[in-house]
């Protein structure tokens, strides 16, 4: 408040035009008679109605302080208290700077102090007035939060009439912005004491209670699953927000009943496969998409209808079919259109700001169509110019598109036949390569997981991928900080190292450096760990390229094997390593780094008696690759160190291995019985 | 700041603009004497129906026909079957001979070689779908997708070649199931939809507001498939390989899709777009033209002080004046009243030569009166009555209050202009804003009554609200005075009602002992001797006139009734119920006001019956939105 006062005399200094009028109503508020007072501010709420000139004025000249000091005094008559919140909610109606200053004035706890007069009309006044701040975006939301007894008292306020109904919905739907407030509004009853309204008489009342359960619903399990069980005139709730999407109800409502029912169904608490779903919310979100909608409820519709299909195929094919999505979303990036430019400025500026948001909207609805079904790929790929949509959203200047681009990139990366044809012919790679550059976290993380996909073998963009000296940036991504990023780094990696020549395979070893490889080994995130068992995997396949790494790296890698081994490890991290160790087998020279370990025999020789087959599978094709019979063996021999596979045989049957085969020829699962009988004819060759 | 504009609405019309709805309400205010005959046939059809029910013998079929019409009903209230009857299977006699049908005409197979196109056949439905259906839907399931599942459906002109599946022609169009294509009047398909097989249903919706067509599959929307349809179109199925089998639904079970959600939609929209017509400058014009409706409508009706009230609120003036508007009131109250003796003494007292110059009207009234002697009613016979004492006020004794008739058939069922009109409600919002402004809400909740209520029916509330410039706060904080507390004013009902409960007392006691003339020995000579009166008249006029048939009958009517020992319970005893009262009311009510050369009809009946008659000229005019625009939606 001081603030406030401190700041005036300033500014009127500046503004010397003030004039004497907005002087004269602020004096009089100043008057030594009650009904003087009174008189002024009733005179004052007729001059700043809809005059935001006016009501800059007043605040400059501090009126808000002195409006505030009579609406709290409790000498004040009730008549006055009322005019002043009036006054107030009416100058709360100006710009946001308006709202600032009364925020910074302390509005919010005097009028939430006024809350507890027992006045209805007081009571209404300063609710309408907290509203009109509260919806405001220069708000700052937890102001709400502050006093623990606010939402209580709010909640009673409740029953008291329409109007406190309507603004304290519509506080309450947009102050609930975090899982906080979602439990804090709800352990308060809010589900309880909001659904009744659900279906008041007043559309307004109506409309912001529904808003108030889309913002309670979103991502909250808790909430959701207690909303399916609530009862509103003997009817469940989902059938309320089903015939509030009923087609000739205003397309707000329908839009905002469609939200619940999606957070709902997300949150687990309805099937997807639910009539409410299927054939009433998807048809609905559909319907918003049209072109006959506003371009804000197109957006709104596209991003929520996505939300609602992305884990789930059936309502995905069904969206796919249903009025022309696909096509209808094509539509979304014509704005501005060339009609609008030429014809009509003001639409031309609508279009502009609502451009990139329907950009990224059918993005990611796209995105979310694609994610699962190859036929839906199709579609998407077939739409006119779809391709070079998103090769020119990736580099688009807004960091929402190049996100959802990328998004939409990634979704239909995962089919075959796209990355052997539109991608190949539309050289994604090349702006995909570029956003990696220097990418913020979130799009670099869908970005490389492209990468991913685009770097599988059968990719033609693989090869012009790998001249672009991709393998440093990939090795810099397993440094990264984000668990995500990390995996994608490494499983980029491993996917390159596929079949690869070992050019390249000397050039992954290199870039990321034994170290960095054996820190992978040991990262906390599980799905590193594994991707870099797998790279490790990849790296150690065809004989010479064994030989060659493990001459090199061996003893490290049979240290990192051993640590594995030993850890606590998941069984699909074990038999990874347990394939690694196989691969080592195979090679010629590599092998004896196994021979020579008892140890590690040890080890084999344990799990090959492990109660999980796949594991006994893994140790079992170990053994089997270090008795096998080889044709080059002399050649080897001659070479150096190692033994022939005689030698070998002998020693494992000394070790006993031959009566653990021998068991396995009669394991249960075929797999297992047929490796183990292979195993043991290389003894009688 | 458009007014709203509920009764006179101006509707889109979609061929030939007939009429549009500014000149429309002038035409009805300045045109005196001008004679619209509407009627309509909205009843007809249950009729037919529960006649049907009782022709035919299975009791399945029967519930599902009833199912059948009574969807088709509430599907397409604005069909008049009558005239364009709706498809319900389709046709044994518009079909290619490949095709078998079975199942009350619903199921289809196909019965050909199938060998190649040439082999394919189609079946069309027994009636074109209706423009005033609006919005049009039917369903098809595929029971077997046969040998190769070429299924088509869709829609064809009358005499398109039924050798071809659905689309292949000129005037014809379809969805294919095998390749999920449209087509439209081409061999060409376009992709459209998913391909469709066994189990699959597929709907097929008509649009006749805008002439598009979208088809469904299994209860979801696959988007507009043809636009720039043709009218008078088939619902038509094709086949081509042997097995295949459909099922059609035209409304015989319920459908997949939720149509009748698509329906409100369509609603909504044709309502808005009435709602929010622009009628621009001519603000001021459109608020005095639908005052003088209330007001002339109120003035008609001889609701002297409703009226009155009416036109100091909207300073309005009232052409007739007051005295001559109580003169008629009371008039019209003895007649309802059955005491049609007075009435006729008033009438040639208040007005003379009235009805010497209307000796048909003269006739039908002493008609009338007879009549009411037999019930008791009339004040000739009733001074001779012991019980009740001739008093100006109150009507005691048995029927001359009128039975009450639910207000729920709201059918406009006008027979020339003897029914009456009552207005329930008017509310009448006047939104006076300081600033320039002038908002007008009209909301009139007609209801029709076959009952002679007049007096009571009309509760005429209308409040003025004046508010300041300070939308602001209004929009937010004061609800624009619209409240409970606002000034509400109940105008000229009370003094009615109380002669009514005056009257409710003395029912009860008095039915159960009907008797000839009220029972009185001296009435019933009375009426003999009036009979002869008015048998002499009758020749009298005959002579004058020439032989005139109604007159013959409606002597013979009147006579017939004294020839049963139980009037009231004869073949001609419905003449003593006070209903027929209203229709000689209402024609000397019209001929006082004609000879005071006002109009015979209240301009709001006219606009009324003229909006009733443009919807249904939009239906013979292919206009698919009459449907949505139908005058009952706006009246309650």
């Known amino acids: 408040m001081m603030a406030c006062l401190l700041e005036a005399p300033l500014r009127i200094s500046v503004l010397s035009e003030v004039t004497a009028t907005s002087r004269h109503y602020v004096d009089r508020l100043f008057d030594p008679d009650p009904q003087n007072v009174l008189q002024g501010v009733i005179d004052m709420k007729n001059a700043v109605i809809g005059n935001n000139r006016q009501k800059a004025n007043l605040i400059v000249l501090g009126a808000v302080p002195r409006l505030l000091y009579l609406l709290q005094q409790s000498s004040s008559s009730l008549e006055l208290r009322t005019e002043c919140a009036v006054v107030l909610g009416s100058l709360a109606m100006g710009t946001e700077n308006n709202i600032k200053s009364l925020v910074d004035c302390h509005i919010i706890p005097a009028l939430l102090q006024g809350l507890l007069c027992s006045d209805l009309i007081f009571i209404e006044a300063c609710l309408r007035c907290l509203r009109t701040v509260f919806i405001s975006p220069v708000t700052p939301v937890q102001l709400l939060y502050t006093d623990p007894t606010v939402i209580p008292h709010l909640m009673s306020l409740l029953s008291r009439s329409q109007h406190t109904q309507e603004y304290i919905t519509q506080i309450f739907a947009h ?384 240290q990192a094997v051993t640590l594995i081994l030993e850890g606590e490890h998941s069984i699909e991290v074990k038999e990874q390593t347990l394939c690694i160790l196989a691969n080592i087998a195979d090679g010629n020279t590599a092998k004896e780094l196994i021979m020579t370990n008892d140890d590690m025999l040890q080890k084999i020789k344990y799990y090959m008696g492990h109660s999980n087959v796949k594991l006994q599978l893994a140790a079992t094709f170990c053994i089997s690759n270090l008795i096998w019979n080889e044709e080059d063996g002399e050649e080897l021999r001659t070479r150096g160190s190692c033994g022939g596979s005689q030698e070998r045989q002998d020693k494992l049957r000394d070790m006993g291995f031959v009566d653990i085969l021998h068991k396995l020829t009669q394991a249960s699962d075929p797999n297992l019985c047929d490796r183990a009988k292979t195993a043991m004819q290389q003894y009688l060759a | 700041t458009n007014p709203r504009l509920c009764l006179t609405a101006p509707i889109e019309f979609g061929v030939g603009h007939v009429v549009d709805g500014t000149s429309l309400v002038s035409a009805v205010c300045t045109a005196q004497g001008f004679v619209f005959n509407y009627s309509t046939h909205t009843s007809l059809l249950s009729a037919d129906i529960s006649a049907l029910l009782l022709l035919t013998g299975d009791p399945a079929f029967n519930y599902q026909e009833h199912e059948l019409n009574e969807r088709l009903k509430r599907l397409y209230p604005a069909v008049n079957e009558e005239e364009t009857p709706l498809p319900r299977s389709w046709s044994p006699k518009d079909k290619y001979s490949y095709i078998g049908l079975s199942q009350n005409n619903l199921r289809v197979h196909y019965k050909g070689h199938g060998k190649n196109h040439k082999d394919a056949a189609s079946v069309r439905a027994t009636h074109p779908i209706p423009a005033a259906c609006g919005i049009y839907y039917f369903e098809v399931k595929i029971v077997s997708k046969g040998r190769d599942g070429y299924m088509g459906i869709g829609l064809s002109a009358q005499g398109v070649n039924m050798n071809r599946l659905p689309g292949w022609d000129k005037h014809s169009y379809g969805y294919h199931g095998d390749d999920g294509h449209s087509f439209c009047s081409s061999g060409t398909g376009q992709p459209y939809g998913p391909t469709f097989t066994t189990g699959d249903v597929i709907g097929c919706c008509v649009n006749l507001i805008n002439n598009t067509c979208f088809y469904t599959k299994n209860g979801h929307s696959l988007g507009v498939a043809f636009t720039d349809l043709p009218p008078n179109l088939y619902p038509t199925v094709g086949l081509q390989t042997p097995g295949e089998i459909v099922d059609a639904n035209f409304g015989q079970q319920p459908f997949v899709f939720d149509i009748e959600d698509y ?374």
């Open chain 1, 175 to 558: 102050c609930c912005k975090t899982p906080e407030h979602q439990t804090v509004l709800f352990n308060h009853g809010a589900i309880q004491n909001i659904a009744p309204l659900l279906i008041s008489p007043s559309f307004k009342v109506r409309m912001q209670a529904l808003k108030c359960f889309s913002v309670l619903a979103y991502e909250n399990a808790q909430v959701s699953m207690t909303l399916v069980n609530v009862l509103v005139d003997g009817e469940q709730l989902s059938q309320v927000f089903v015939r509030m999407m009923q087609r000739d109800k205003p397309i707000e409502m329908q839009l905002t009943a469609a939200k619940c029912l999606t957070y709902m169904c997300r949150a687990g608490a309805i099937r997807t496969d639910d009539n409410c779903i299927v054939l009433k919310t998807l048809p609905c979100l559909v319907r918003m998409c049209s072109k006959e909608r506003l371009l804000e409820e197109r957006v709104e519709g596209a991003e929520t209808l996505a939300y609602l299909m992305e884990p789930d195929i059936e309502l995905q094919r069904i969206a796919s079919v249903t009025d022309h999505l696909v096509s209808m979303l094509a539509d979304y990036f014509k704005y501005p259109s060339s009609v609008s430019a030429i014809t009509d400025i003001k639409r031309l500026d609508h279009d502009l700001k609502h451009a990139h948001e329907l950009r990224q909207a059918a993005f990611k609805l796209y995105a979310s169509l694609g994610s699962n079904d190859e036929d839906i790929r199709k579609k998407i790929t077939e739409t006119e110019n779809m391709m070079d949509r998103i090769v020119s959203g990736l580099s688009e200047s807004s960091i929402k598109v190049r996100l959802a681009a990328v998004r939409c990139l990634h979704s239909l990366s995962r089919s075959v036949q796209q990355l052997r044809t539109s991608f190949h012919d539309h050289a994604v790679w090349k702006p995909l390569m570029k956003l990696l550059q220097n990418a913020p976290d979130e799009v670099l993380v869908m970005a490389s997981s492209t990468l991913c996909n685009l770097l599988l073998e059968f990719s033609p963009s693989k090869e012009p991928i790998l001249e672009s000296g991709v393998i440093e940036l990939l090795c810099s991504l397993t440094q990264s900080d984000s668990p995500a990023l990390r995996v994608n780094g490494i499983w980029a990696l491993m996917n390159m190292a596929f079949q690869a020549d070992q050019k390249v395979k000397v050039e992954i070893v290199r870039a990321l450096g034994t170290e960095q490889l054996f820190r992978l080994l040991s990262d906390p995130d599980t799905n590193v760990l594994m991707k870099t068992l797998g790279l490790l995997r990849n790296l150690l396949s065809t004989r010479p390229h064994i030989d060659q790494v493990m001459s090199s790296h061996g003893k490290q890698i049979m």
């Open chain 2, 263 to 636: 329906m409100s939609e369509w609603r909504a929209k044709i309502h808005s777009m009435i709602a929010r017509f622009p009628i621009g400058e001519r603000l001021g014009d459109w608020q005095s033209v639908l005052q003088n409706m209330v007001s002339s409508y109120l003035v008609h009706h001889g609701y002297c002080a409703t009226a009155m009230a009416f036109s100091r609120a909207t300073e309005t003036m009232i052409q007739e004046d007051q005295t001559s508007i109580k003169n008629r009131q009371r008039i019209q109250k003895l007649v309802l009243a059955g005491r049609v003796g007075e009435a006729i003494d008033a009438t040639q007292q208040l007005y003379p030569g009235l009805l010497e110059h209307n000796p048909n009207l003269l006739f039908m009234l002493k008609c009338r009166q007879f009549v009411e002697m037999v019930n008791g009613t009339d004040s000739e016979v009733r001074c001779f009555s012991v019980h009740s004492p001739k008093s100006q006020d109150s009507y005691p004794g048995s029927p001359n209050l009128s039975p009450r008739h639910g207000a729920t058939n709201a059918h406009v069922h006008n027979t020339g202009n003897t029914d009456t009109l009552h207005t329930n409600i008017f509310e009448y919002a006047m939104h006076a804003s300081k600033a320039k402004h002038i908002k007008l809400n009209l909301f009139t909740n007609v209801v029709y009554l076959h009952s002679p209520e007049t007096s009571s029916a009309v509760d005429c509330v209308f409040w003025c609200v004046d508010s300041d410039s300070e939308m602001e706060i209004e929009a937010e904080h004061y609800s624009n005075g619209v409240t409970e507390s606002s000034t509400r004013i109940m105008n000229g009902t009370y003094k009615h009602q109380e002669i009514l409960q005056a009257d409710d007392s003395s029912v009860d006691d008095s039915c159960s002992s009907r008797q000839l003339c009220g029972g009185n020995q001296a009435a019933t000579e009375r009426m003999i001797q009036f009979g002869r009166e008015l048998q002499a008249l009758s020749e009298q006029l005959c002579r004058q006139y020439g032989k005139n048939a109604t007159h013959k009958k409606m002597l013979q009517d009147a006579f017939s009734l004294l020839a049963y020992s139980d009037p009231w319970n004869c073949p001609v005893g419905q003449q003593l119920d006070p209903m027929q009262r209203e229709a000689i009311c209402s024609a000397l009510n019209s001929a006082i006001l004609e000879s005071q050369n006002l109009p015979k009809q209240p301009p709001l009946m006219l606009a009324l019956g003229q909006a009733t008659e443009c919807v249904q000229l939009m239906a013979r005019v292919r206009s698919g939105s009459c449907s949505f625009a139908r005058v009952d939606n706006f009246l309650h």
